[in-house]
């Protein structure tokens, strides 16, 4: 099992940048492909970007391409979302997600690859 903590949320202005954070405990964290999802209220969740065990292959939604970026620090057990010029449209609670199974490193890119959670941090973006 993994356990994950997201950090870096707030808010901030339109056209702005923030960073999250995304600390995990417990199994090697290298085993895992990591994800960031995002919710916002009365939508359903979904992936914003994810990225393989090792490094090689990132993903990103249509939406975000080219503003954010999916980063892990597999020394640090840490992944991280960079996020800029962010738009109001980009407000919603960000998730952290965790999938340990062959299947998730070779399906990083869809929701069911994940199976362990993060509590969420919210972002908000001011117009």
């Known amino acids: 099992q993994v356990q994950l903590v997201e950090s870096g949320g707030g808010l901030v202005q339109a056209g702005g940048s923030l960073r999250l954070s995304c600390a995990a405990s417990?199994?090697?964290?290298?085993?895992?492909?990591m994800g960031w999802f995002r919710q916002a209220p009365g939508k359903e969740r979904w992936v914003v970007a994810g990225?393989?065990?090792?490094?090689?292959?990132?993903y990103y939604a249509n939406s975000v391409k080219g503003r954010f970026a999916i980063s892990r620090d597999n020394a640090k057990n840490t992944v991280y979302l960079q996020m800029n010029s962010l738009k109001p449209e980009d407000t919603a609670v960000y998730y952290c997600?965790?999938?340990?199974?062959?299947?998730?490193?070779?399906?990083?890119?869809?929701?069911?690859?994940?199976?362990?959670w993060g509590q969420g941090t919210q972002v908000t973006v001011s117009s």
């Open positions: 990225i393989t065990r090792s490094n090689a292959y990132t």
């Open positions: 417990g199994r090697a964290f290298s085993s895992y492909a």
């Open positions: 997600a965790a999938g340990g199974r062959a299947y998730s490193d070779r399906y990083y890119y869809q929701t069911d690859a994940y199976d362990y």
